[in-house]
Structures are given as C-alpha cells and as structure tokens.
Antibody, heavy 120, light 107 residues
Framework: EVQLVQSGAEVKKPGESLKISCKAS????????IGWVRQMPGKGLEWMGI????????KYRPSFRGQVTISADKSIDTAYLQWSSLEASDTAMYYC?????????????WGHGTLVTVTS | EIVLTQSPGTLSLSPGETATLSCRAS???????LAWYQQTPGQAPRLLIY???SRATGIPDRFSGSGSGTDFTLTISRLEPEDFVVYYC?????????FGQGTKLEI
C-alpha cells in the first residue's frame, strides 16, 4: 500500500528556518516524481514543485524558486521542503504528493498535510 | 504558465441531480493532460479523473470527465451527500503545473 506520511504541524516565528518531511512507503521511491502543493487558509491548491529522487532533478514554479528548497533522500525514502527564512505569508497547509508513473502525470497519492503557522 | 479558470465558483444542487463543472485553459492542454480532484474539508485532495476522461482507481462511474484543447468538463451524476465538497482541475502538460481556483458544490 502506497503511503506518504508527513511530519507534524509547526509553529514558527518570522525569520526562522524550517524543514518539513514526507516519508514514502509501499513503492519504489526513487522511480516516481514527488511534489509539494501549498494551500493557504481558505484558498485553493498551488503547485510548488517536484523532484525525481532517483537523480534529484527538480522543477519549481517560478514564484517559489529561491523561496523554498525541495530535496529528497532516497536512502530513507523521504522528501523535504525547506525554508531558510519564514514569513507570515508562508502560513499554509503543505501537501506532498506522488505523481503516477512518468514525468507528465497527475498526483495519485497524497500525504495528509503539514500545517505551518508563522506568527510573531 | 497555463491559467485554468473554473466555473461556476459555487454550484447549488440537490442529491440525485447532475452536476456539470467547467474548467477552461488559457492555452491548449496538449494530449489532454488534465486531471480533476475532489477535496473534502480537512482532508487531502483525491484524484478523480486523469487524461481528461479516465477514472482513477476506485472512483465510481457517476464521475466522468470530457473535453479537449481548452475546454474540459467534470460531470457528476446522481449526486450523493458526500459529493458536496470542492473540486479542482489541474493541467500537467509541462512544469509548472497549475490548478484551477476550485468549484464548491453545495446542497
């Protein structure tokens, strides 16, 4: 059974750094693109970027490039999303999701989400 | 970047009726690389339709997708109470992928 288990909710202050995780199981982690999707409070879904754990090839939405870093450790089947300096506008639910087999594919499995709250 | 516009923003119907949700793209979505997702409050999205018209695993045949090019439709027949949630379309023609703003289906 494919599962994506995300790390727990975080409360951080502006300017702090953060790295959230997404642990995959039930499939060959290295061979599927995995992505991150932001959902701000009461809003819709925003595609942030994807990574191919096999070779760490990464694609970002232009508005997120330089604002976040997507990475993966295939030795422990885990993907990450990190910030070096959080802002209040980063407050959102963040979902990791697996693309079905191939490069241009929809997200077929989703994590439960990690709520990030940035407040002073 | 392809912009997806969903309409209507909110659709009011009753159980047993048929819902028709629209997703229009700012440019052609080649190979019909368009998906539909359902999101229940407090839960992650669930894939319903991919390739514009193929149902994902376990999705009942009450859900159907159609369309090509720039105009796509999600049709939900025989509405059940649990269908009254939010639906998103997504194009995955090339990165960056984009989502529509969502349609809320309400009773």
């Amino acid at each position: 059974e494919v599962q994506l288990v995300q790390s727990g909710a975080e409360v951080k202050k502006p300017g702090e750094s953060l790295k959230i995780s997404c642990k995959a199981s039930g499939y060959s982690f290295s061979n599927y693109w995995i992505g991150w999707v932001r959902q701000m409070p009461g809003k819709g879904l925003e595609w942030m970027g994807i990574i191919y754990p096999g070779d760490s090839d990464t694609k970002y939405r232009p508005s997120f490039r330089g604002q976040v870093t997507i990475s993966a450790d295939k030795s422990i089947d885990t993907a990450y999303l990190q910030w070096s300096s959080l802002e209040a506008s980063d407050t959102a639910m963040y979902y990791c999701a697996r693309q079905s087999s191939g490069y241009l594919q929809p997200f077929d499995y989703w994590g439960h989400g990690t709520l990030v709250t940035v407040t002073s | 970047e392809i912009v997806l516009t969903q309409s209507p923003g909110t659709l009011s119907l009753s159980p047993g009726e048929t819902a028709t949700l629209s997703c229009r793209a700012s440019q052609g979505v080649s190979s019909n690389l368009l998906a539909w997702y359902q999101q229940t409050p407090g839960q992650a999205p669930r894939l319903l339709i991919y390739g514009a018209s193929s149902r994902a695993t376990g999705i009942p045949d009450r859900f159907s997708g159609s369309g090509s090019g720039t105009d796509f439709t999600l049709t939900i027949s025989r509405l059940e109470p649990e269908d009254f949630v939010v639906y998103y379309c997504q194009q995955y023609r090339s990165p960056p992928s984009t989502f529509g703003q969502g349609t809320k289906l309400e009773i």
